[in-house]
């Protein structure tokens, strides 16, 4: 059975950087697509970033480009997502998923796997 495991959200003012990290295990990831979402007190779950198992041509939530990198470890089956130029709206607690196919997908319903969540907060 896939597991995922979060980690390296914390406190932060805006402008700061953080790194998240997720390991996952369980099964092999080749050809899997791994993402992180978020879930802001009070708001729905949201897609950040996600990327294939080759990595090329990640997707990001639009306030996020430029400031947030999605990149993958698959000998290490991790993810990660730095985090830059963070902002009071990019608190929220940070979810890394796992979809079990090779297409990309941005929704909640197209990831499997979940993990427990990290918890950002980004002061201003």
């Known amino acids: 059975q896939v597991q995922v495991v979060e980690s390296g959200g914390g406190l932060v003012q805006a402008g700061g950087s953080l790194r998240l990290t997720c390991a996952a295990s369980?099964?092999?990831?080749?050809?899997?697509?791994m993402a992180w979402f978020r879930q802001a007190p009070g708001k729905e779950r949201e897609f950040v970033a996600a990327?294939?198992?080759?990595?090329?041509?990640?997707s990001y939530l639009d306030s996020v480009k430029g400031r947030f990198t999605i990149s993958r470890d698959n000998a290490k089956n991790t993810v990660y997502l730095q985090m830059n130029s963070l902002k009071p709206e990019d608190t929220a607690v940070y979810f890394c998923?796992?979809?079990?196919?090779?297409?990309?997908?941005?929704?909640?319903?197209?990831?499997?796997?979940w993990g427990q969540g990290t918890r950002v907060t980004v002061s201003s």
């Open positions: 990327v294939n198992w080759s990595g090329d041509n990640p």
């Open positions: 369980g099964r092999t990831f080749t050809y899997t697509v």
């Open positions: 998923a796992v979809r079990l196919a090779s297409s990309m997908s941005t929704t909640n319903k197209g990831y499997s796997t």
